[in-house]
């Protein structure tokens, strides 16, 4: 991985074909919520399966807790999209059969010269694509657990969510102040939710 993709740092903006064909940018599919990125080798992979097939019980979690998923493999669209629908997935998978990825992040598996995937990352990321973590996986335990990505997610929500603790007597009295760009999901934009805070 890159030396400058730390966490702090704003992750690249790739710009992808989904597997509806379709051109989506990294910004896009977040919007201003958390976002679990998978870097995955491809559907090929049986650890890269047996990952997933975790992540589509999380994703039903991540569905109702204002989270994002987007998974990106140097598979083909065609590939991507059996990938996807194999797992029984829901979120957008992107194709990168050009490895621009790959190339771009310095993370060719040269070890599979055969397939040229890239090595497989989970990366956790903040609204605005702001690094959390980092996870490498080339190796299946270095990837992270469903519960270690609940874990990330509480951590990552809870700085980026001013209504986190309802309870107190300031959030309660913007409530009744009609001040609703303090709660999730009125607020115009993370962003500026936090600007009010400040």
Known sequence: MRA?????ARFPDYKLTDHTAT???LSELQGTDPLVLVLSRGGYCPKDRRQHEGLVQLHRELEVGYCR????STDTIVETNEFR???GAHWPFLSDAR???????????????????????????????????IYNGYWFFGRPTVEELRQDLRTVTKKCRPDWDITT??????????????????????????????
Do not use: C
Request: hydrophobic share 40%.
């Open 4 to 8: 400058d993709l730390i966490p702090g």
């Open 69 to 72: 998923m987007v998974t990106i």
């Open 99 to 133: 490895r621009l990825v790959q190339q771009d992040l310095d993370i060719a598996e040269y070890t599979d010269p055969a397939h040229n995937p890239m090595i497989p990352h989970v990366i956790v990321l903040e609204p605005g694509l702001i690094i959390y973590k």
């Open 169 to 198: 007597p300031a959030l309660k009295a913007a409530w009744e102040q009609n001040r609703k760009e303090l709660f999730h999901p009125y607020g115009e934009s993370y962003v500026h939710a936090l600007s009010e805070q400040s």
């Open 85 to 87: 629908t194999g797992m």
């Open 23 to 25: 051109r989506r940018t």
